[in-house]
């Protein structure tokens, strides 16, 4: 019989419904019919794995929290069971079981925010099942692992483990696997900002799920789609459309996340009393499902709000919040989102040195999450798993095609003995064929040595071109040391950027900079920086590119210099010199665009890379001199040119690689008069807004074209 609970009483009897504080009221019915024909299997049970069973039973299939509770009494009823002198069989059974309840922990500690104990759980689970050859759950539970690092800011570790997950997917013919994992993917293309590629990954998603019928993950599907759409009305629509297959699915947890993308939508187009309304919603659901991750993101989407419609005070309590969960956490992308506004924030109470520090924060989180290595990564990834499926492919067709030989040459040979037993002419026949036949496999023989030796050479090769990949990738790692870091930038130029593009792994381009004190006191500080261009690209222009910056630091650390015509007149000098102890003739050198800025004060000499000052609307251009670092017909020395700036100037120095590009409708050079346009139209923006239009139109301009040299461009505004 069934324990009574009683009217006043506030928690179920933990004897028969084993966890604490369990308390029926708050379950819906579904819930509660699912917990009593579950626990009437379990008090019957004589062996571990029924009782296991009835747990999953709860586990699996209950929708309000406290399913977490079973998920841990069922792992331990797993680890004890398992301790016991079981049959093979009961040992299997336990050990699956024992797998798929380290998944389920790794999902609870990670909505908890424990996100070691989260990897921890996963990894143990993935290993349980690559044991048991247990390809369906090593893909589900690679698919959890991905999605965690995805949420710390590690995006090639993300792909990999997503793209395991695939391919384990594709060969059980998994649609409901295919489909998750397919998402994630599309997501991680979407934030990389490659919308045509999420698209294609999300559509592949939803059409598997409407296939499936699945409302839940539908709702999914179109949530992430419309995030691909933007603020616009289809983006509207298509969210709306998301929220109500969620609330019909019973989905909190993705009902909280549509709320989010609704009111972001309201907010974008002006409706901020709207969109907090939105946003209040997502923060009781995630409250009420303990979603700290989520909390922090709604925190931070309320504060945005009450921050367009002046309410500084509710919005400093609202991100306030949301960064300490971000930060407890250690999620980069919600700490960059509200230490972003918080600087705002900030700004606006005139509390200078926090919004300071929460601007720092911000870059310092953006910078580790748009990162260079990332989207080369997943390029990377995109290739090898494309070429892995081809491979499969190409080898089941090799396969058929040997069978349908096999099968020939099986029905030749019938065909043969039975003309050889009639025919005495086919006899004679027949011996003319066996010499051709002996011909052939001679030849064959040696076409298949052939095959091993060309195998032999492409492995060799291979292996070749993986040293010489290495060895690359670390002399990148050398040339990323000799260039300053961007927080050593920032210190000295504030309000700058710099757009730095190698073309290959390593480049011919550098940026250089440095500060020298004559009397050691910081208010006659001059700031030395540099855009600078070495003959070619990629391994021989890195490699000129140290010479050509090791020349820069001798001039300035070694002979004291501090004018930009003096040093360059030495770095030429100490160039050549290195150049000149090669027995072969070595005419390669720099164009260069060197500053020094001390107070309002600027200095500037240029080896055929101009400098260009932009004040009221006006690009003011100083030539450079017409002669490289290196050697020239005729060497003159370099001339320095003095201004005093006003507040509000920009200034910008850069290689040719940006207006050198080929692209457009036509496939023409990009040219100096559309930079100058292009620079012209976004001076009223922030520099670093400045760096990402400039970027974005480059790659825009390229289109599919290849990127034909090094790109970098520095801007300073005063």
């Known amino acids: 019989m069934l324990p009574i609970i009683g009217l006043g ?42 009782k296991v069973y009835a747990l999953s ?45 380290l998944n ?38 690679l698919n959890n692992l991905g999605f965690v690092y995805d949420k710390q800011g590690d995006i090639p570790k993300a792909l990999e483990i997503y793209h395991q997950s695939l391919k384990f997917l594709e060969e059980n013919k998994d649609k409901y696997g295919m489909g998750v994992t ?5 997501l991680i293309y979407k934030y990389q900002g490659d919308s045509s590629k999420a698209l294609e990954y999300l559509n592949r998603s939803l059409k598997l799920r409407e296939e499936l019928g699945d409302k839940s993950e539908m709702a999914n599907a179109l949530n992430n789609i419309g995030l691909v759409y933007g603020v616009s009305d289809k983006a509207l629509e298509i969210h709306k459309k998301s929220l109500q297959l969620r609330q019909e699915a019973g989905d909190k947890y993705g009902s909280a996340f549509s709320y989010i993308n609704i009111g972001n939508i309201y907010l974008l187009q002006g409706e901020a009393l709207k969109a907090i309304d939105f946003f209040q919603k997502s923060l009781d659901l995630r409250k ?74 911000f870059i310092q989180m953006r910078d580790s999450l748009n990162n260079e290595e990332s989207q080369k990564a997943t390029a990377k990834q995109q290739a090898k798993y494309e070429y892995e499926k081809q491979k499969v492919l190409d080898d089941a067709k090799h396969d058929k ?40 496999r001679k030849q064959k023989g040696i076409i298949e040595k052939q095959k091993a030796e060309v195998e032999l050479a492409h492995s060799e090769l291979e292996e070749k071109n993986q040293e010489i990949m290495d060895s690359i990738t670390y002399a990148k790692r050398i040339q990323n040391a000799i260039l300053p870091p961007l927080k050593v930038v ?84 100490i ?40 004040r009221n609307g006006e690009i003011i251009e100083t030539k450079a001199d017409k002669q490289p670092i290196g050697k020239f017909d005729e060497l003159l020395p370099y001339t320095t040119h003095i201004f005093e700036l006003q507040k509000g100037d920009s200034i910008y120095i850069f290689s040719d690689g940006y207006v050198d590009q080929f692209g457009g409708e036509k496939g023409k050079k990009f040219k100096a008069k559309a930079f100058r346009e292009l620079l012209l139209s976004i001076q009223n923006e922030p520099m670093e807004e400045q760096k990402t239009i400039i970027d974005e139109n480059f790659e825009n301009w390229r289109g599919n074209l290849e990127q034909i040299d090094d790109v970098c461009v520095i801007g300073v505004k005063i």
């Open 9 to 50: 009483q506030d928690y179920a009897d933990k004897n028969y419904y084993l966890v604490d504080s369990l308390d029926l009221t708050q379950l819906s019915e579904e819930d509660k019919q699912l917990i009593v024909e579950s626990l009437k299997i379990f008090h019957l049970a004589n062996d571990d794995t029924s």
């Open 57 to 101: 039973n709860i586990c699996e299939n209950m929708s309000h929290d406290d399913w977490s509770k079973y998920q841990f009494y069922q792992y331990q009823i797993i680890k004890e069971g398992l301790k016991k002198n079981n049959s093979l069989e009961v040992n299997d059974k336990l050990t699956a079981s024992l797998s798929g309840a």
């Open 104 to 141: 389920n922990l790794g999902i609870i500690y990670e909505i908890k925010g424990d996100v070691k104990k989260a990897i921890n759980c996963y990894k143990k689970s993935i290993s349980i099942d690559k044991k048991r050859n247990d390809k369906k759950g090593v893909a589900f539970t």
């Open 182 to 186: 397919l998402n994630n993917i599309g």
């Open 288 to 361: 009420e499902i303990g979603d700290k991750s989520g909390i922090a993101i709604s925190l931070s989407h309320i504060g945005r709000a009450n921050l367009a419609l002046g309410n500084t005070n509710e919005a400093k309590i609202n991100l306030e919040n949301s960064l300490k969960i971000a930060q407890e956490l250690g999620y980069p992308t919600e700490i960059q989102s509200a230490s972003e506004l918080l600087s705002k924030v900030y700004e606006e109470k005139s509390e200078y040195s926090k919004s300071l520090k929460m601007y720092k924060l």
């Open 401 to 440: 095609q040997l069978a349908i030989e096999k099968e020939a040459k099986a029905k030749q040979k019938i065909i043969t003995y039975s003309i050889a037993l009639g025919l005495f002419l086919v006899g004679i026949f027949l011996l003319v064929v066996f010499n051709r036949l002996k011909v052939t």
């Open 490 to 573: 920032k210190e000295y130029l504030q309000d700058s950027f710099i757009l730095y593009k190698p073309k290959d792994i390593v480049a011919g381009d550098f940026y250089w900079l440095e500060s020298v004190s004559p009397t050691g006191n910081k208010k006659d500080t001059a700031i030395l920086f540099a855009a600078a261009d070495c003959t070619g690209h990629g391994v021989p222009g890195a490699m000129v590119s140290v010479v050509c910056n090791n020349g820069l630091n001798r001039s300035v650390r070694e002979y004291g210099l501090t004018d930009p015509g003096k040093i360059l007149n030495k770095t030429r000098e």
């Open 575 to 614: 160039v050549i010199a290195e150049f000149e102890k090669s027995e072969d003739e070595v005419k390669d050198g720099m164009d260069i665009a060197l500053c020094s800025l001390e107070g309002s004060t600027l200095k500037y000499a240029g080896a055929n890379n101009p400098l260009w000052i932009i």
